[in-house]
């Protein structure tokens, strides 16, 4: 199967000009309860896989929406770039951080796949991005991303994951986000393979939730937390 991105991108912008600058815009959890316990337990894991940063690090934030995510990363690095491909999601990020004043936070219009940099990044975070990409377009994210990093240089991913098999949706109506929703759930092994072909080895990998936990809800999918470190070259 793949994906129309043509589809992937309505999503996203159908759902940035329905909802308010809030976490359940790019989370998608639509319970507020659910919603902030999935928000607590994610801020946690992600904190021990990213362990203490290094004020000097430069750090790049793919598929970052309004930038949940490096609003929180920037205060312990140098700089933080974000990509996205929906322009009203980088919009409210630009704003938002020159409301806050936040200086090391920059915004990039783009699809991650198309994206490229000058800079050599000490750290590369994708949150939520790789099932909403075709083989060949991960395959090219993931070339691009060899191109801007050095041996040393950690990607951690955060993503949906096929378990215990590959699992696709194909546009199918969504009564949750009440849209049509497609996603491509690679399996663990599909994850650590595509990486390793471009020299990386994941070192650590996990559930976000325990066994057991409510927002475990669909038996095909996880949502997981892997980190890889580039091998030299």
């Known amino acids: 199967m793949t994906i129309d991105p043509a589809d992937v991108k309505r999503f996203w912008d159908e759902r940035a000009a329905r909802h308010a600058d809030d976490p359940g815009l790019t989370n998608l959890e639509e319970n507020p309860e659910l919603r902030d316990l999935k928000i607590a337990l994610e801020e946690a894991r992600v904190a021990d896989y990213l362990g203490t940063l290094r004020e000097e690090s430069i750090v790049l934030d793919l598929g970052g929406g309004y930038g949940v995510w490096a609003f929180k990363i920037a205060p312990a690095v140098a700089h933080v770039d974000v990509v996205d491909f929906c322009a009203p999601l980088v919009e409210r990020g630009t704003a938002k951080a020159a409301e806050l004043a936040v200086n090391n936070v920059t915004f990039t219009h783009a699809a991650a796949q198309d994206f490229t940099s000058t800079r050599s990044y000490d750290l590369v975070f994708i949150s939520g991005l790789l099932l909403y990409l075709n083989n060949d377009e991960l395959d090219l994210l993931l070339d691009r991303i060899a191109s801007y990093t050095h041996a040393g240089s950690v990607v951690l991913l955060r993503d949906g994951t096929g378990v215990p098999d590959h699992y696709e949706i194909t546009k199918r109506w969504s009564e949750a986000l009440q849209a049509n929703y497609a996603a491509i ?49």
């Open 185 to 233: 759930y690679r399996t663990r092994d599909e994850y650590l393979a595509a990486f390793a072909r471009s020299g990386y080895a994941c070192v650590r990998d996990d559930d976000m939730f325990e066994a057991g936990c409510v927002l475990n809800k669909f038996p095909e999918t996880r949502l997981r937390i892997y980190r890889f470190v580039r091998l030299p070259s």
